[in-house]
């Protein structure tokens, strides 16, 4: 989609662009007039307009907002890990945003979620229709701003992607060259997605909403294979030279044992560039050696 008149180029707000809402506003800013919107403006990416304001203090965002837009990308993480930390980030922050936007509707507003919001733990498959009843706070003020999202005057779609991993995110990779991972077996079933597919999944449904074509309510950002947590752990210390784990080691998972499924997504015509964590791993690995 090259447009090269830019009266006639879409207009996305990335809210929150930071790590993953300033690479998803890279992808789209060929396509697209991409703002991004973040405390310091002066920090999205190149390309990118940036919009100061946050969305947590309503005063910030009058007379802010970009006009005409027609897609939005929600995009926020906590600035404090506690309740309420989560409840400003994914609640409140996205009912400032649209109380103050001065448009009937969008094409489309695109909610960034977690499949933190699955509390299933019994090796089951999940998808975007299985119960969602989260065990934690975290993901109950997650699910909770979906509904604002799903409930506001604006057609809306839900990502819920699972653990991100990429050259910007080696705490888990960090965690077992160091030796501070040995999982016991059989360990939960883990899932995951490199943060360049994460990127590209939304480019891909936000392009698809400007073309008018349908989209679900709900999609999880998930690779093809959910995965053992030791089978992860053991595979890694087959590629490169780990420390022995130590006596404090952590020996679980954090986010119960579920296998999610991204059929709904490849059936929407997406590729995965990293589709399971082998391949993904495998390019930072090369890189750290």
Known sequence: MAMTDSKDRPRILVAGCGKLGGAIASQLKEAAEVFGLRRQADKVPAGVQGVSADLTRPDTLAG?????????IYCLTPSSYDEQGYRD?????????????????????????????????????????????????????????????????????????SGIYGPSRRRFLEEV??????????????????????????EHLALKAIAGETLESRYIGTDCEPVRLDEVVNWVRGQIPCAA????????????????????LLDSGFRFRYPDFRSGYRAIIEELR
């Open 64 to 72: 802010t907002l970009p006009s005409n837009l027609d897609i939005i």
């Open 89 to 161: 980030a994914y609640v409140n922050g996205l009912r400032n945003l649209l109380d103050s936007l001065r448009q009937p509707s969008l094409k489309r507003l695109f909610f960034i979620s977690s499949t933190s919001v699955y509390a299933q733990d019994d090796d089951s498959w999940v998808d975007e229709s299985s119960p969602a009843h989260p065990a934690r706070f975290s993901g109950e003020q997650i699910l909770a701003g979906e509904e604002v999202a799903l409930s506001s005057v604006h057609p809306a779609t839900i990502v819920r992607f």
């Open 177 to 202: 060259i160091e030796g501070r991972m040995n999982p016991l077996a059989p360990a939960p079933y883990s899932n995951r997605i490199h943060e360049e597919d994460a990127a590209a999944i939304i």
């Open 245 to 264: 784990p130590a006596d404090n080691a952590r020996t679980g998972g954090r986010a119960g044992s579920k296998r999610c499924s991204n059929q709904r």
